[in-house]
């Protein structure tokens, strides 16, 4: 079994490393500058004139979140092209000189006209705004138009830059742009640190580190993990219930052969599976949590207002909380009850037509005894399947259930990160969404192997 459960993971290797793949990808080909975003979530927008121009700061994010690194462990540039661009933590500056490179060619020439601006930055020169400004220009004809303009008030900075902006000018060739170059840059890339972390501020996703939230600008990990706590509590208490309820009913069915009163029985259930979810939930409201009806349960939320939970242990959180989610835990189980019970009796009927069946009975068991001890145990592939997504489905699954009670699980996080824009998150949930599902799947073989050694030996 051992062997069996290895070779799986070697084979969900490859699998493994598209998802995080293309995890990165997405959070680095997200809109915007994250930096940005960041700095105005933890500080407010009111510090945007102070903190977000404060190079010293935006510098000590950048370096954090590990963006001024090599994008993979190798590269490939035009031969004109500079390969450490990424060191500039402004986006602006950082995509203008990498235009100008393109236009002109002359990586050196240009990167001496940045340096005398900065260096003129750093002298306090009147004409600082204007100075800034042409670190996010691309073309020569605008640089020179901004020059002018400093050199009325700065004729000194404005020769220095106007004869540094001549010499890019003067050594464009634009043929190093056709010239491939590759290179290579080990474990110092942004995607070695977002998967296995830097040793410092940064954990890796490997230990649960999925970067900032554009939105509050905490860590994902303080409170992604709680989300999917909330799903998993909701989904697998659901399942359960549907479990255990369903598929003895099921078999009861299957074994039923007065058509009138097995169809007295299933139409409870084809309507039950016929009533969508978040109509179950509504019905479920009006009649429960309505002051006007009966008011049994809350009608949404987790905990009363005002409860605090980091201030209880989990037992007192869980009790606290039960009322809130008997509801919730109704409308998936009802849901899941009607079709799992509607699959166990169809797999059951149809074993019944089978000659096994006939020989058990013929050596005098009963058709109960038939079914509990031989018809069952070949139903378990496809509730085996149906059990194993409760992982993958903690994170989509409940997002209409969690939506309509505002319960506070990953389904709804998700929800709100798209109408917020908040991209990290939506990788991150992205991410862990198909871990889950590699996990589900490798749960799901190792009970297929359990339950059927055969399956193992063809494998």
Request: net charge positive; aromatic share 12%.
């Amino acid at each position: 079994m051992l062997k069996y459960i290895i070779r799986r993971l070697i084979r969900f290797g490859p699998i493994l490393f598209c998802i995080t793949f293309i995890g990165f990808l997405l959070s680095n080909g997200m809109p915007g500058d994250p930096v940005d975003k960041i700095l105005i979530a933890r500080h407010g927008v009111s510090y945007n004139n102070t903190i977000l121009n404060s190079s010293e700061l935006r510098d000590q994010l950048y370096r954090e979140m590990g963006l001024h690194l090599p994008l993979f462990y190798f590269s490939f540039n035009a031969y004109s092209q500079c390969d450490t661009l990424n060191r500039i933590s402004n986006k602006a500056r950082r995509m203008a000189a990498e235009r100008m490179t393109h236009n002109y060619g002359c990586w050196p020439q240009i990167q001496s006209y940045h340096q005398e601006i900065k260096m003129a930055i750093d002298q306090d020169d009147p004409e600082i705004n204007n100075l800034k400004t042409l670190l996010e220009i691309p073309t020569y004809q605008e640089s020179a138009e901004v020059i002018e303009r400093i050199s009325q008030n700065s004729p000194n900075t404005g020769e220095r830059l106007k004869a540094k902006l001549d010499q890019i000018l003067k050594h464009k060739s634009t043929f190093g742009n056709f010239i491939p170059t590759i290179n290579f840059h080990g474990a110092g890339n942004q995607y070695h640190v977002w998967l296995f972390g830097n040793g410092k501020e940064r954990a890796g996703l490997v230990r649960g580190d999925f970067g900032y939230s554009l939105k509050t600008g905490q860590p994902i990990g303080d409170f992604i993990w709680k989300k999917l706590g909330f799903s998993l509590e909701l989904i697998l208490v659901s399942v359960v219930v549907a479990f255990v309820t369903a598929i003895p009913l099921g078999l009861r069915l299957s074994r039923i052969r007065s058509t009138k009163r097995k169809n007295i029985l299933t139409l409870p259930i084809y309507l039950l599976y016929s009533i969508p979810g978040y109509l179950i939930a509504t019905l479920l409201i009006f009649f429960f949590a309505n002051t006007n009806v009966v008011h049994w349960f809350p009608e949404s939320g987790l905990y009363p207002i005002g409860y605090r939970p980091a201030d209880h242990s989990y037992i007192n959180n869980l009790i606290t909380g039960l009322p809130y989610m008997i509801l919730p835990i109704s409308t998936y189980a009802l849901s899941s009850f009607a079709f799992v019970a509607k699959l166990t009796a169809n797999i059951s009927a149809e074993e019944l037509n089978y000659n096994y069946v006939r020989t058990a009975l013929s050596k005098g068991l009963s058709i109960k005894q038939v079914v509990r001890k031989h018809v069952f145990k070949n139903t378990w592939i496809p509730l085996i399947t149906i059990f194993t997504q409760i992982l993958p489905a903690a994170v989509g699954g409940t997002l209409i259930v969690e939506l309509i009670f505002n319960y506070p699980g990953i389904g709804k996080t998700a929800y709100d990160a798209v109408l917020n824009n908040n991209y990290p998150v939506i990788v991150a949930i992205f991410t862990i969404s198909g871990l889950l599902t590699l996990s589900s799947y490798l749960f799901a073989d190792v009970l297929y192997a359990f339950t059927d050694p055969k399956i193992k030996m063809q494998r």
